[in-house]
């Protein structure tokens, strides 16, 4: 199974939709084995967003995602990462197509209410910046059982 990384930026929580976005990728089937309400620190900001260093949105960003509490999560499925990009959709909300979170979600590209790996090696990590190995759960999905 592979996992993925998402983190709900501090705008999810302020306009009070965590429980529809989280709603969605649970009604795809996706198993949540991670989750912490957190706030990200100046040097977790600067690690995660490492490879966005030089650009000129960067310390926009980095000022954005240190504004608030984030939900940093953790899914499982077979192809997760594809499957929660699918879900998230396009970064720049003006390509974000409609049913997707960002598409329904999202009005500004520079105040993106979600983050997603988008790739298996970015969501290892990821998940390694803002999980310990004891706070992803393994259990048994018995979902068939109730169906």
């Known amino acids: ?25 649970e009604k795809k089937g996706l198993k949540l084995v991670g ?11 600067d690690a995660h967003y ?21 939900v940093a999560m953790v899914w499982e499925a ?3 990462v594809a499957i929660v990009r699918k879900l998230v959709g396009a970064t720049k909300v003006t390509d974000a197509a409609p049913g997707t979170i960002r598409g329904d979600y999202a009005l500004h590209t520079n105040l993106n209410i979600i983050h997603a790996s988008d790739s298996p090696k970015s969501a290892e990590r990821e ?9 992803i759960i ?6 068939s059982l109730w169906f």
Not at 8 to 24: D, F, M, T, Y
Not at 56 to 69: R, V
Not at 138 to 143: G, L, P, R, S, T
Request: net charge neutral; hydrophobic share 40%.
């Open 1 to 25: 199974m592979e996992k993925s990384f998402v983190m709900l930026k501090p705008g999810v929580l302020n306009r009070r939709i965590v429980g529809e976005v989280i709603s969605r990728l």
């Open 127 to 135: 998940i390694g910046l803002f999980f310990r190995d004891d706070e």
């Open 50 to 70: 490492a490879e966005h260093k030089d650009k000129s949105f960067y310390n926009a960003l980095k000022s954005y995602i240190t504004s608030g509490p984030v």
């Open 138 to 143: 393994n259990w048994e999905d018995q979902a």
């Open 35 to 45: 989750m912490k309400l957190m706030r990200i620190t100046g040097a977790l900001a």
């Open 78 to 80: 077979e192809e997760c």
